[in-house]
């Protein structure tokens, strides 16, 4: 196997953590418990609820007795279904070639990068530059509908494989390439890019890494600051005054907190807030087709032409419009009601422990979506947008897999008496 070679910027630090992240390459390694589904998805899922528990807003509207409810038949669902492939053989999986690998990430990239100026070109610029220029554009101007979410998700990708290849190899070189993503994510101010790409690449490092109380600290504050920052950009975009009258803050809310505290708690509870609205207010549809759940899969042209006689209703009702995400079960509930909620998290638990059983670097990179996924699925749902989940198919055009003397003896066994002879004699010679 052509594995990768240490250079002289690989630091003697680097190589000894690689270990881990080289086994994902090799195919050997399996995922650990730390980063499973079941832990990952049912944790999240009852923070939250505890936090909506706390009323600290006025909008929230429904007692604990709704909240638990909603959480049983999601939570438990899901992490049942998540460790149904626990007993089952690890799954074998062959080597990729790592130089192979990075020729074919960098001409996805060259593909991304034609992609992406023929958006600049369509657009006459990018979205920062229109914010600096106060011009009347923003973001969603940029770039064409179905096009701009395959080139989004390519872009995702392209990040989380250079930093395998990274954390593997310990070379810089492959680090740039994520990098340059974020940096780009904020250049066309596409936060949600930016949130996919940062919780995949922390799923990956946790996958291998072997975390020290130092680095928990540093996590903490991290996300402390990210808490501040989101703050800061919220107030600057909308206003502090404007989003204290939208969040309605109750009386036991502590004032003294960071803005960001209160843009965060509300982000986070109100989508529960408007999932639990759905099912005590709405009459779902009752159609086992699921048009509202899989509408999102398909892109926005086959879209209207699939679904022009059905008015699509994704996120249901809304407490108030600005706060516009219902959880990843808003859909599934529309179409088929609480059993819909129920099938979906079951569905979406199978497939996330499918991935998590699984070994080699495409298993490892899409569970790292499919991680994602549902640590975000308490805002939207992921699994079935197009954008996001179109990384599994990118990653496996990324690492092709390795033909050892031992897999071309397999096929040579299973092809037709001739191939097999002639297989064998340019063996023998």
């Not at 638990?68 to 799954?91: E, N």
Request: glycine share 8%.
């Amino acid at each position: 196997m052509n594995t990768l070679s240490e250079d002289r910027r690989t630091s003697a630090p680097a190589r000894q953590r690689a270990s881990g992240w080289q086994h994902i390459l090799d195919g050997s390694y399996q995922l650990p418990w730390r980063i499973q589904p079941s832990l990952l998805f049912v944790g999240i899922w009852f923070g939250v609820s505890l936090l909506y528990g706390l009323h600290l807003s006025a909008i929230l509207l429904f007692g604990m007795g709704p909240v638990w409810h909603i959480y049983a038949i999601v939570a438990i669902p899901f992490g049942l279904a998540s460790l149904a492939f626990v007993k089952l053989p690890y799954r074998a999986s062959h080597p990729v070639d790592s130089q192979r690998a990075w020729n074919r990430i960098l001409a996805l990239f060259g593909f991304w990068s034609a992609v992406t100026i023929f958006e600049i070109i369509y657009s006459q610029g990018v979205p920062l530059l229109w914010l600096l220029q106060h011009s009347p554009k923003n973001y969603t101007d940029f770039g064409l509908a179905t096009l701009h979410g395959f080139d989004d998700s390519l872009l995702a990708a392209l990040a989380l494989a250079g930093l395998l290849l990274y954390l593997a190899s310990g070379k810089y070189r492959y680090l740039t390439l994520h990098a340059f993503a974020l940096f780009w994510s904020a250049v066309i101010i596409n936060r949600d890019l930016i949130v996919v790409i940062a919780i995949e690449s922390a799923v990956l490092v946790l996958a291998a890494a072997r975390p020290k109380l130092r680095h928990w600290v540093t996590l903490f504050a991290a996300t402390l600051g990210g808490i501040w920052l989101f703050g800061a950009i919220g107030d600057f975009r909308t206003g502090h005054q404007a989003f204290i009258a939208l969040a309605s803050p109750s009386a036991s809310y502590p004032g003294w907190l960071p803005s960001g505290f209160l843009w965060g708690y509300i982000y986070l509870t109100a989508s529960l807030n408007n999932l639990l609205l759905n099912v005590y207010a709405f009459h779902p549809l009752g159609s086992w087709f699921f048009p509202n759940t899989f509408a999102l899969i398909l892109p926005s042209v086959i879209r209207a032409a699939v679904y022009k006689n059905l008015v699509l209703v994704t996120r249901g009702i809304l407490v108030t419009n600005a706060f516009n995400t219902s959880t990843a079960f808003a859909s599934s509930y529309l179409d088929m009601g609480q059993t819909g909620i129920v099938l979906f998290a079951a569905a979406t638990g199978l497939w996330c422990g499918w991935f998590w059983r699984g070994r080699g670097a495409v298993q490892t990179l899409s569970y790292c979506v499919l991680a994602q996924c549902a640590a975000l699925s308490m805002f939207y749902d992921h699994f079935l947008y197009l954008p996001v989940i179109v990384q599994l198919l990118w990653f496996r055009l990324m690492f092709p897999v390795v033909r050892t003397p031992t897999m071309q003896l397999r096929a040579a066994q299973r092809a037709p008496t001739g191939t097999r002879r002639l297989f064998q004699e340019r063996t023998l010679t």
